[in-house]
Nanobody, 116 residues
Framework: QVQLVESGGGLVQPGGSLTLSCAASGNIFNFNRWLMGWYRQAPGKQRELVAQIMSGGFTNYADSVKGRFTISRDNAKNTVNLQMNSLKPEDAAVYYC????????WGKGTLVTVSS
């Protein structure tokens, strides 16, 4: 089994920044080959992809966060981060870490609230 634990969520004012972290543990082998991603789900909405980072470091972002969010990974530490800048009220959601390699795993999520 694989466990994903998110951290770093919280309350931030519009225009502010937060960094989310996801730590992977358990049956993680060759973490560098895993497709890692961040998804989010706001109340009453479907879960949506925010950003992904592939084994070669290639990244993919939702149009709504391009230029504001940056996903990165540390293969030595089995972690993935999401740097979020210029946050908007519409970014408020529960953010979930996702890992894919032969199977798909999800974290329990971390809440991001953007409000003045």
């Amino acid at each position: 089994q694989v466990q994903l634990v998110e951290s770093g969520g919280g309350l931030v004012q519009p225009g502010g920044s937060l960094t989310l972290s996801c730590a992977a543990s358990g049956n993680i082998f060759n973490f560098n080959r895993w497709l890692m991603g961040w998804y989010r789900q706001a109340p009453g909405k479907q879960r949506e992809l925010v950003a992904q980072i592939m084994s070669g470091g290639f990244t993919n972002y939702a149009d709504s966060v391009k230029g504001r969010f940056t996903i990165s990974r540390d293969n030595a530490k089995n972690t993935v981060n999401l740097q979020m800048n210029s946050l908007k009220p519409e970014d408020a959601a529960v953010y979930y870490c996702n890992a894919r390699y032969l199977d798909t795993y999800w974290g329990k999520g971390t809440l991001v609230t953007v409000s003045s």
